[in-house]
C-alpha cells in the first residue's frame, strides 16, 4: 500500500478551503493492543483517521474521510494492513432535505504479499435534519478488484441521530451488502447503537454496541466498546482530547478478542471534547458506506 492517508486528507480538500464558510471534522492517531484471536498472538494496532467537511454556506458541501491501520502479529513476520478514503458531496435544501453522492475505496493486504484487496463503493444518498434529528438513508455498488469472485454486490443503509441535547450524541445504523451471483444470494448485515455525552465540560463518555452477521458459515462479528476522553485544551491551551476505550469482539465462536485503544483527537473548527475516529462508537454514529467495512472498522 503506497497512498499515505494523511496526505489524501489534504490534497483533497485543499482546492475547498478558499471558498469554504465552515469547515468541521478531525483527525485521531491511535494505539491499541489486541488480545486474543490470530493463533494467540497479540497484535499491536497503529491508526490514523481523518474527517474533513467544508460547507459553502449555499447549501453545498464536499467531504473527505481516511482511514489507516497497521496491525503487526508478534512473533511473526506478518502484518495486517488496511487503508481507506471516502468523498462525498452533497446539497442541503431549505427545508432541511439533502441529497448527496459518495466514493469510497477500501484496500486490504499483508505485507509480505504482492497482492492487495481493493473494495470500491459509488453511491447516492438522500437526508433530512433538523430539530436535532438527523436522517440518511443509501444506495451503491461495490466492485472488487482482483475479482476473486464473480458477483454483484448491492448496498443499502439509514443511520439516524438525534443531538438535540447539549453535549448528547445519539444514533443507531443498519447496513446490509446482499451479494448475487446466478440464482444465488446472500447478505452481510450490520446494526448497531452508540452514544456520547460530554460532561463537566472536559470529559467525553462514549459508547457502542455492533453486530455483524456474515454469509460465510454464518459466521458474526460482535462488538462492544466503552470509552472515556478528557480535553487537554483546558490545561494546555492545546485543543486535542486524549482517549481510552476497553472493546471485547465476539467471533461468533468460543473465542473473543479483547481490545485496549489509547487515541488522541485534534478537532477541526470547534473545541472541547471530540469523540475519537478510532472507536466503536465513532463507527456506528459516523458508519461507511458498507456493512463489511463497517464491522471492520467497529471491530479494530
Known amino acids: ?42 497484535i499491536n494496532a497503529r491508526g490514523l483517521d481523518g474527517r474533513m467537511k467544508v460547507d459553502f454556506g449555499n447549501g453545498a458541501t464536499i467531504g473527505v474521510q481516511v482511514g489507516k491501520i497497521d496491525m503487526p502479529i508478534s512473533g511473526t513476520p506478518v502484518s495486517l494492513e488496511g487503508e481507506f478514503i471516502g468523498l462525498d458531496a452533497g446539497y442541503r435544501f ?11 475505496r477500501l484496500t486490504m493486504g499483508v505485507d509480505l504479499s504482492p497482492v492487495d484487496i481493493t473494495l470500491k463503493t459509488n453511491g447516492l ?33 439509514i443511520t439516524a441521530s438525534y443531538t438535540g441535547m447539549p453535549g448528547l450524541d445519539v444514533g443507531a445504523t443498519w447496513l446490509r451488502a446482499e451479494l448475487t451471483s446466478g440464482a444465488m444470494s446472500e ?13 463537566g465540560e472536559s470529559f467525553i463518555a462514549f459508547g457502542g454496541v455492533s453486530q455483524a452477521d456474515f454469509f460465510i458459515s454464518s459466521a458474526s ?14 490545561t494546555t491551551g492545546f485543543a486535542a482530547t486524549v482517549s481510552l476505550e476497553v472493546a471485547r469482539t465476539d467471533l461468533g465462536s468460543s473465542e473473543d478478542i479483547e481490545t485496549v485503544r489509547l487515541g488522541l483527537t485534534v478537532p477541526l473548527g470547534a473545541k472541547g471534547p471530540a ?13 461507511r458506506h458498507g456493512a463489511f467495512n463497517a464491522a471492520m472498522t467497529a471491530a479494530f
Open 187 to 199: 447478505n452481510i448485515d450490520f446494526s448497531g447503537v452508540a452514544a456520547s455525552y460530554v460532561f
Open 221 to 234: 462479528l460482535d462488538t462492544m466498546g466503552l470509552g472515556l476522553g478528557y480535553d487537554l485544551g483546558a
Open 94 to 104: 431549505a427545508g432541511g432535505f439533502r441529497v448527496g453522492a459518495y466514493a469510497d
Open 1 to 42: 500500500m503506497k497512498r499515505t492517508a494523511l496526505l489524501a486528507l489534504i490534497v483533497t480538500a485543499a482546492p475547498g478551503l478558499a471558498f469554504a464558510q465552515t469547515i468541521t471534522g478531525g483527525l485521531t492517531l491511535s494505539y491499541g493492543n489486541i488480545d486474543g484471536g490470530f493463533g494467540g498472538s497479540d
Open 275 to 287: 469523540l475519537p475516529m478510532n472507536s466503536v462508537a465513532d463507527s456506528i454514529l459516523n458508519p
Open 125 to 157: 444518498s438522500l437526508g433530512y435534519e433538523g430539530q436535532g434529528f438527523d436522517v440518511e438513508a443509501f444506495v451503491g455498488k461495490t466492485s472488487i478488484s482482483p475479482p476473486i469472485f464473480s458477483a454483484d454486490i448491492d448496498n443499502k443503509g
